[in-house]
């Protein structure tokens, strides 16, 4: 595997993958020193154009831990505010060595035409509204570490919120997909792409009527310029028919699980503080952010056998 | 070159007649059409066309303003590659082709490159920016008969209407981009599933369509003739076969990219892909290669869009709209096979010359006493771009790779050849 830039080019195979080498990568974080030379001399660049938490931290956590020196580029101190391009700063970056780069950027595509112009591996870390693939990994292995379901068959999962600009959403519908979960989208049709046809999903405009069936209950965060837009009214209103509320926990099986990617906008999609509804995944999710980018990174610079070792 | 020159054995198509013959040139006129014709030159021509020059309507020369991209005189001779005798000089140039001077000055840089007739138009709006009409009547006075906000339509339908009215007392065409700008923002492609897929904000059909029917029906209270610019959707097609039909005075032409490329391109995140409008389905190509068969649209138009290296790197979202169109126009027509080589003919030369009144001087049968703006082209020669070769100072084109058929042999202007065997003389 050169790059992980989408579920799609992953395919079902990739993600088992993945999924398993995950295991290992838990099974070192698990250990008194979670750390391994696996990435010794390996040097991985994240490329974070736009704001992250978990996703910039988890990446260099997960290289720290196999070893790899990392590089972290700063755009707001970066020759990028004197006006050079993309190209010339993946180059530059590239000749001083580096063999993945971790990249975040608002623009769809951007991992695609920064792989032409580096030989180093690209991971997407999330371009505009279009793909974040380790985020459906986190969440899939997730799902599988609470349910121990290998796989998703007859599983109903229902994703609730802003479809329309999420990327989240588009590879977690992918991820699920794949390993045989059936996925509802709840949304207004104004927070939904505008043909959907195609794609292996129901669609339901009323969140109290999946709520019982839902094995997985999964909130997307709705950004407040969304209102501007004029995508909802207002948040008030998108919060009262689309938000998770007490009264809609209880409407939930006892066995459902609740998540959210983060970060979260309590008072919006999260009426609820997380930590009083019962079955949520949502600080797992963040845990086991680390182990899915461990593996990621050495399925894409690891020699493949040395995971052994102590550092 | 000086002297005559005879094009030899090649296959004339005028209005009314389409036989193998011999062309004599001379003096700027062609001279004499006949077999066994003798001159200072020749120029062989078996197995091809023999047509007048083609007239493009719609093309970005970027000069003034972005010369990085393009210059009059590198778009003047992609322009002679492609077996263009003239063409319409976009006004969104900066400045922008609003005022006398700026309409001289573009006219003369076409004169010193001397290798097309550079047709300026003229603004609708001043400064394109939609709020007041440019000075039209003065425009006119200076020459130019075809006006434009191209890259933006007129957004106010009360000022499109003002602008129609004020150019019927002036024998001038207004052309229109389609877009209402409130449905298009951001947008990045077709809306569509491949849109949805890649989360990219979409273009949607309706913010051209609600423009050309607002316009047909501005046309039909004003009286005004007008062109409507690289129609791309089928209920576009549709609403403009509607409006011929009920005999109002409109036009319309399509570009090569959006009869031969479509949405999924996209998929590739180039944005040597991204155009406005954009490229649209198969579905919309059938209607555009109907309507090219049943006469609603009129002519084809390149669009031609230089954009330099480093603005095309840029992401999807960022990356300005355009693809080059001069060299390629009639190889990617051609290869798609829409249409009869005597249609084309027609679509790249007959009538864009009368849609942008320049039809005393090009788009005339190859005949004598008329003058000689030709283009001599092989219809069955397949060739591939080489980017390295082209004439366009910048390289955005999205055929590279693909396999083209038809191809330019050479160009005459005004009596001189531009093109001489595939190459530029100039």
Request: proline share 5%.
């Amino acid at each position: 595997m050169k790059h992980l830039r989408s579920i799609d080019e992953l395919g079902l195979d990739g993600l088992n993958k993945l999924l398993q080498l995950t295991d290992h990568m838990a099974e070192i974080n698990q250990r008194p020193v979670p750390k391994v030379p696996a990435l010794r001399g390996r040097t991985v660049a994240s490329l974070f154009f736009e704001d992250s938490t978990r996703t910039r931290l988890s990446f260099e956590t997960a290289a720290k831990r196999l070893s790899a020196d990392t590089m972290t580029f700063n755009v707001s101190t970066s020759s990028v505010n004197k006006g050079e391009s993309l190209r010339d700063t993946v180059a530059t970056i590239t000749d001083m060595g580096v063999d993945a780069f971790v990249v975040r950027h608002k623009s769809v595509g951007i991992p695609w035409q920064i792989s032409a112009w580096t030989t180093a591996s690209i991971i997407n870390a999330g371009d505009g509204a279009h793909q974040h693939p380790t985020q459906a990994l986190v969440d899939c292995y997730t799902i599988r570490e609470a349910t121990h379901a290998q796989n998703f068959a007859g599983m109903k999962v229902t994703i609730v919120g802003d479809i329309k600009h999420s990327r989240v959403a588009r590879s977690n519908i992918q991820a699920f997909s794949l390993l045989g979960a059936k996925v509802t989208l709840v949304a207004p049709p104004t927070l939904l792409p505008p043909d959907i046809s195609h794609w292996p999903v129901d669609v339901s405009h009323d969140l109290d009527e999946v709520l019982a069936e839902s094995d997985v209950l999964y909130m997307l965060r709705l950004q407040s310029e969304r209102m501007a837009q004029g995508h909802v009214p207002t948040l008030r209103e998108y919060s009262e028919q689309y938000g998770l509320t007490q009264k809609r926990v209880l409407g939930l099986r006892s066995n459902a699980i609740v998540m959210h990617p983060g970060p979260m906008n309590r008072g919006v999609e999260m009426q609820i503080d997380p930590s009083d509804v019962k079955n949520s995944l949502i600080h797992r999710q963040v845990a086991n952010g680390v182990s899915v980018r461990m593996a990621v990174l050495f399925e894409l610079l690891g020699s493949g056998s040395n995971l052994g070792g102590q550092a | 070159m000086s002297g005559s020159i005879v094009i030899k054995n090649g296959t004339i198509i005028n209005r009314t007649l389409q036989l193998v013959v011999d062309v004599k040139i001379e003096n700027g006129f062609v001279a004499e059409v006949g077999k066994n014709l003798k001159g200072d030159t020749q120029l062989d021509a078996s197995g091809c066309i023999v047509s007048s020059g083609f007239v493009d309507l719609h093309a970005h020369l970027r000069e003034p303003g972005k010369e990085e991209a393009e210059t009059i005189e590198t778009g003047s001779r992609a322009g002679a590659l492609g077996g263009y005798t003239a063409l319409v000089a976009m006004p969104n140039t900066d400045p922008p082709q609003d005022s006398v001077a700026v309409i001289d000055f573009v006219r003369e840089q076409g004169k010193r490159a001397g290798l097309v007739d550079v047709v300026p138009s003229g603004c609708i709006t001043l400064g394109r920016l939609g709020e007041s009409l440019a000075p039209m009547a003065e425009l006119a006075r200076a020459g130019v008969t075809f006006f434009t906000d191209d890259g933006n339509g007129v957004q106010d339908a009360a000022l499109m209407r003002r602008a129609l009215e004020y150019a019927r007392g002036l024998g001038v065409t207004l052309a229109q981009h389609c877009e209402v700008a409130e449905l298009t923002k951001g947008a990045v492609m077709n809306e569509c599933r491949c849109c949805t897929d890649l989360g990219l904000p979409g273009w949607p059909a309706i913010a051209e369509e609600l423009m050309v029917f607002r316009d047909i029906e501005l046309v039909r209270i004003t009286g005004a003739s007008m062109h409507f610019l690289h129609l791309s959707t089928k209920r576009s097609v549709e609403l403009v076969r509607a409006g011929k039909r009920d005999g109002l005075p409109i036009t319309a032409e399509v570009t090569p990219h959006h009869l031969s490329l479509t949405e999924e391109l996209l998929g590739s995140y180039n944005p040597v892909f991204k155009v406005n409008p954009p490229l649209r389905s198969a579905g919309d190509i059938q209607a555009l290669k109907a309507g090219l068969l049943d006469g609603t649209i009129d002519a084809i138009a390149t669009d031609h869009a230089p954009h330099p290296r480093r603005d095309k790197e840029m992401s999807l979202d960022m990356a300005p709209p355009g693809m080059l169109g001069l060299e390629t126009a009639l190889g990617v027509v051609l290869a798609e096979g829409a249409c009869e080589i005597r249609d084309i003919v027609a679509l790249m030369s007959w009538n864009p010359a009368k849609i942008a009144r320049i039809d005393k001087t090009h788009g005339c049968d190859v005949a004598a006493g008329n003058k000689a703006n030709l283009c001599v082209f092989d219809p069955e020669l397949t060739w591939s771009i080489d980017i390295n070769r082209l004439a366009s100072k910048s390289v955005n084109t999205p055929y590279l790779g693909r396999t083209l058929r038809g191809r330019v042999r050479h160009t005459i202007f005004n009596g001189s050849p531009t093109v001489i065997d595939g190459q530029a003389r100039r």
